[in-house]
């Protein structure tokens, strides 16, 4: 996986569940935070991009694996890859380690979110804005 960006992130007790682990969805939001904060150091002003006035960036597919359990306290390191798939889509791979562990050992979890511009007048696909496709090349 190429590496363009690395989020850190503490997991808080909220994030678990009744057994102690970090809750599945939870996961995922871990995930959210990291494109949230790769988006903002390219440049792009999160709150008009998350508005969606013009378009809208829906997350169309989601998935993530767990290789190991993950606990209240533990410091993630996030790695993300973005790569386009089409003049509309991009997907945006992500792979979870504990903060300072060799990221050449296995990662504790991996995730995978694929993503659609739509025109938000018409809810019809249409092609990603200049900026999306100068984040996408962005390497942080």
Not at 116 to 134: A, E, F, P, V
Request: contains cysteine; aromatic residues 14%.
């Amino acid at each position: 996986m190429n590496q363009s960006f690395v989020y850190y992130r503490t997991i808080n007790f909220r994030d678990t569940d009744a057994a102690g682990v970090v809750y599945f969805a939870n996961a995922l939001s871990f995930c959210h935070e990291a494109y949230e904060a790769s988006l903002a150091a390219s440049g792009i002003n999160l709150k008009s991009f998350f508005r969606g006035e013009a378009i809208a960036v829906p997350i169309t597919q989601a998935s993530i694996d767990f290789l190991k359990p993950m606990f209240c306290g533990d410091r993630l390191a996030i790695f993300l890859a973005k790569t386009l798939l089409s003049p509309e889509s991009f997907q945006i791979e992500y792979q979870l380690f504990f903060e300072g562990e060799d990221i050449q050992k296995k990662a504790i979890a991996m995730a995978l979110t694929k993503h659609t511009c739509i025109d938000t007048s018409t809810r019809k696909r249409c092609k990603l804005s200049d900026q999306l496709l100068q984040w996408i090349e962005f390497t942080q």
